[in-house]
């Protein structure tokens, strides 16, 4: 894949390029179903990630298909949401960790010490499972990263656009001046994904985001992620496998090694794992006998 002249630009010094080491891509041989993804926007490979002397989850590799939502199962504990979270640099800001092995963004290393990790957060946005909006209003909530940004442009309507994205604009345009805390907790969600796509995002990364919502706010979230995958590609760590199944795209499938580094057992298109798996843990696990 070629970056295209819309492809983002991560690097805080693009001159200081020159000299750098080519990508590292990992092996092409794949047991698992790795690489099979077409078009992929953000690539891993052979990625494993460090708490100190323990390893979270050791040599994955993934492709993250563009425009489509691909869903991160597996026990809990096996290491999905240290892995999401090196998608956009977030384990950085955890004292103690590191990252072997490459992930790519447009087939740029972003772990390369020229690049800006707070650009690739900007470009990788994150929405978390518990709702967090600040002790602000709606429309602030939403204005925070744009205004963060030195954003130039039309901040009211870029708010109005994003809060319409996020499929709650009706609920909340009489009230932008509330305070984002006074919302449901579905709204709150909803509202954090608005936050997160003001910023003009490419990728979005959901960590359990329906963890905490009632079935009906789930289902709208749902919903909400089938269209906003028509502008966005979503990565989401989910616990649901009823979730997996309806939401997503593409499903990888995690386990816990001896060591209880997290690995991938198998990866394909959603209807594969959940209808004919190739792996029979893959087949254990979501029929539920174990997890
Ligand atoms: P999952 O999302 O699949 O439940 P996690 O990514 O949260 O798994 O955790 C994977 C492993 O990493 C677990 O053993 C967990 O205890 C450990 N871990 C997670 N966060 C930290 C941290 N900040 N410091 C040390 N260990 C952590």
Redesign the pocket.
């Given at each position: 894949m070629n970056p295209t002249a819309t492809a983002p630009e991560i690097t805080s010094a693009p001159t200081e390029r020159e000299g750098t080491p080519a990508i590292r891509v990992g092996s092409t041989a794949s047991t698992d179903g790795a690489m099979v993804a077409i078009d992929p926007v953000i690539q891993l490979r052979d990625v494993s990630f460090y708490?100190n002397a323990?390893r979270?989850v050791k040599n994955i590799t993934i492709d993250v298909p563009t425009h489509q939502i691909t869903a991160l199962i597996?026990p809990?504990?096996?290491?999905?949401?240290?892995?999401l979270r090196t998608i956009n640099r977030m384990n950085d800001l955890?004292p103690g960790t590191r990252v072997e092995g490459s992930v790519t963004f447009h087939d740029e290393d972003i772990y390369a010490s020229y690049v800006d990790a707070v650009e690739v957060r900007r470009r990788i946005g994150m929405v978390f499972q518990k709702a967090n909006p600040f002790p602000k209003s709606i429309y602030d909530n939403v204005a925070f990263g744009p205004r963060l940004n030195g954003y130039k442009g039309d901040l009211p309507a870029l708010v109005e656009s994003s809060l319409k994205r996020a499929a709650i604009w009706d609920e909340v345009k009489d009230k932008l001046k509330q305070s984002g805390l006074s919302l449901s907790g579905g709204q709150q969600q909803r509202l954090c994904i608005a936050r997160a796509i003001a910023t003009e995002p490419e990728v979005i990364l959901m960590d359990e985001p329906c963890s905490a919502l009632d079935p009906r706010a789930t289902l709208q979230i749902e919903e909400l992620m089938a269209q906003l995958k028509e502008n966005f590609t979503i990565v989401i760590?989910t616990h649901n496998m009823q979730q997996a199944a309806r939401a997503s795209d593409r499903t990888v499938f995690l386990n816990m090694a001896d060591d209880?580094a997290?690995y991938v057992v198998e990866q394909a298109p959603t209807i594969e794992i959940f209808t004919n798996p190739k792996n029979q843990m893959t087949e254990d696990y979501v029929s539920g006998r174990f997890g």
């Open positions: 708490y323990f979270a597996g809990s504990g096996c290491g999905k949401s240290t892995l955890i760590v209880r997290g």
